[in-house]
């Protein structure tokens, strides 16, 4: 059992130093280099961040990174073309559609136009059914990443009572089946559910995934418990700009056993797994064994 504060950034850089191992092998022994393609719509700041982010470290491990960018007026047609051409593109590997899109596009519409087998981002409809079934599937990226981490907290999850704050489609609801899967008794709580903190309370695993800023607090946590912090909330604070999560830190860390910090936490691990999530899917396509100790 390991306590403390988690080094996700320290994590996420191991797991990538394994991605490259794995990515040369791909290329010396099968002549097969990798590649992501990232879609960004419109030019929200954030995103574009992220988007240059995933690039770099996509090229790090030695991937192909292809980047496409679309005016935010761009027609839901024109992307749904894009799509196409990636999906029937041998060196594409993986797609991830950056979201949110914009408000005159069907997000949904778009993910299922992905080709399941590169779906990198694990939220197409097929994924989500494999996943919700215990069937091989891509698995978003995010619960993986939070998977990971419980299992360098704990090794072995069995028996442990889990409660997931947050019952989104790209972190609460999958992350909820990984927990199941790996023999967790599971709680999804989220903004309706009555006196929140005492559910809280029970968890010996509690993922914080509302994007709420620190709306979850010291008392809320049991002693010892581990703590994951999916939130990324952009707060102004003496008139700059912070990066805090769903929980409030401070108070978080002198209860909790474990717990993950935000920035450097649950955020470079998403990354890692999307790469992970590439080479995964670049195996299965070809009906190559898939690498060791990649995965969870
Ligand atoms: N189709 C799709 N898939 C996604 O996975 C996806 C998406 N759309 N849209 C946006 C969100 C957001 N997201 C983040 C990933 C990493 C960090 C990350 O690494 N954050 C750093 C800090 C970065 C900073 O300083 O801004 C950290 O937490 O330490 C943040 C946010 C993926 N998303």
């Not at 049991?222 to 108070?251: H, M, W, Y």
Request: charged share 20%; with cysteine; net charge neutral.
């Amino acid at each position: 059992m390991k306590r403390g504060i988690i080094d996700g950034k320290a994590t996420a850089a191991e797991l990538r130093r394994r991605a490259a191992a794995a990515a040369a092998r791909l290329r010396e022994d099968h002549g097969i280099t990798c590649g992501l393609a990232v879609v960004l719509v419109g030019e929200d700041p954030a995103s574009q961040v992220y988007v240059r982010n995933k690039s770099t470290q996509t090229r790090e491990v030695g991937m192909n990174s292809f980047e496409h960018r679309l005016s935010a007026d761009a027609s839901e047609d024109e992307l749904l073309e894009l799509v196409a051409k990636l999906n029937r593109d041998p060196a594409v590997d993986g797609i991830l559609v950056q979201l949110p899109l914009p408000p005159h596009m069907n997000a949904d519409r778009v993910i299922n136009a992905i080709a399941p087998h590169k779906d990198v981002d694990g939220f197409h409809i097929s994924n989500v059914g494999l996943l919700g079934t215990g069937q091989r599937a891509l698995v978003p990226c995010t619960p993986l990443g939070c998977m990971m981490m419980l299992r360098e907290i704990h090794g072995d999850l069995s028996g442990l009572e889990a409660v997931v704050v947050g019952r989104s489609n790209i972190v609460g609801k999958p992350l909820a089946q990984l927990l199941m899967m790996a023999n967790c008794t599971v709680t999804v709580a989220h903004s309706r559910t009555r006196d929140l903190a005492s559910v809280c309370r029970r968890a010996d695993i509690l993922i914080a995934a509302v994007g709420r800023a620190e709306m979850i607090r010291g008392d809320w946590i049991k002693p010892g418990a581990s703590v994951i912090d999916v939130g990324i909330n952009r707060v102004e604070r003496d008139g700059k700009f912070r990066l805090v999560g769903d929980v409030n830190f401070g108070e978080a860390a002198a209860v909790a056993g474990a717990i993950t910090p935000v920035p450097g936490g649950v955020g470079p691990m998403t990354i890692a797994c999307l790469l992970v999530n590439t080479l995964t899917a670049a195996h299965r396509v070809r009906n190559l064994p898939e690498p060791a100790g990649l995965t969870v």
